[in-house]
C-alpha cells in the first residue's frame, strides 16, 4: 500500500519534456487528465503511459479523470501504468467499493469539490465512501462554467480545513493553488499533500519552470513549518 505525506503534485501534465523539467524541480508525482468528457485531452494515451512507465520511485503517475465505472478505470490505471488514480466524476460508492476489489493496491483519491455551503454535503460523502479511498483532495466549482477541475480558483480554505479535521482519511489540498498562496494554504489548512495546475502555467499554457520551482520550495518550507 502506498503511504503518503508531505507530497507535492503538479498535474495537467501535456510532454516528455514538461514532465521531465517539473521532476527535475522536486515534484513527487505528477497528473496526467485523460478521457476528459470534452474530448479534447492535453497528451495522447500512448504518450502519457510512456511518461509514467519511464518514472522511478518516489515519483509516480497519477491519472486525473471523470470515469465513474470501477471496471473501465481499472482496466485504463493498468494499460497507462499508474500507481494512482484521481477521481472527479461522481462516483457512486459501490463503484468505489468495487474498484478496491478489483485493484486493493491502487492508490484511490476521490475529488470534493467545494461550492458554495456544500460543506455538510462534503463531510456526507467522506463519512459514506472512506473505507474505499485513500486520500481525499478537494477541488474549486466553478459557477460560471460549471467545472469542477482545474479551475485556478480558490475556495474557502475554512471548509478544506474542516474536511481535513473531519476525513479519517489524508487529504491534498487542490484548487486555485500557486506559488505565492501554497505556504499559507499548508499553514492554514494542514493538508498531507498538494496539487496545481494552472496556477502553474505561464502565458503560452506550458507550466513555468520558476512557478514550479517556487511552488515546490514554498511548499516544502511550509510542510516543514508544520511537521
Ligand atoms: O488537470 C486537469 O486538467 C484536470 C482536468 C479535470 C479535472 C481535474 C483536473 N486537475 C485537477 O484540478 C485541480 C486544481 O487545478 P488548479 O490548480 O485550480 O488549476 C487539481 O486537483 C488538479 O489535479
Not at 83 to 100: M, S
Amino acid at each position: 500500500m502506498t503511504t503518503v505525506d508531505k507530497l507535492v503534485q503538479v498535474a495537467g501534465i501535456i510532454d516528455a519534456a514538461e514532465a521531465g523539467m517539473i521532476i527535475e524541480e522536486g515534484a513527487d508525482w505528477i497528473g496526467f487528465a485523460l478521457r476528459l468528457p470534452s474530448g479534447k485531452d492535453d497528451i495522447a494515451e500512448p504518450d502519457a503511459a510512456a511518461i509514467i512507465k519511464g518514472l522511478e520511485p518516489p515519483h509516480a503517475g497519477v491519472l486525473i479523470s471523470y470515469l465513474t465505472e470501477a471496471e473501465e478505470i481499472s482496466e485504463f490505471c493498468q494499460e497507462l501504468g499508474v500507481v494512482a488514480v484521481q477521481l472527479h466524476g461522481d462516483v457512486e460508492t459501490t463503484q468505489l467499493r468495487r474498484l478496491k476489489e478489483l485493484r486493493p493496491d491502487l492508490f484511490v483519491l476521490k475529488s470534493l469539490v467545494v461550492k458554495q455551503d456544500n460543506a455538510d454535503e462534503l463531510v456526507k460523502l467522506v463519512d459514506e465512501t472512506h473505507p474505499f479511498v485513500d486520500m481525499y483532495i478537494t477541488d474549486t466549482f466553478d459557477p460560471r462554467t460549471g467545472a469542477k477541475g482545474a479551475t485556478g480558483l480558490t475556495h474557502d480554505w475554512n471548509v478544506s480545513a474542516e474536511l481535513v479535521r473531519r476525513s479519517p482519511k489524508p487529504l491534498m489540498m487542490a484548487g486555485g493553488l500557486n506559488p505565492e498562496n501554497v505556504g499559507a494554504a499548508i499553514r492554514a489548512v494542514r493538508p498531507a499533500a498538494v496539487d496545481a495546475h494552472t496556477g502553474l502555467e505561464g502565458p503560452d499554457g506550458r507550466k513555468d519552470r520558476a512557478k514550479v520551482a517556487k511552488f515546490v520550495a514554498e511548499a516544502r518550507a511550509a510542510f516543514a513549518e508544520i511537521g
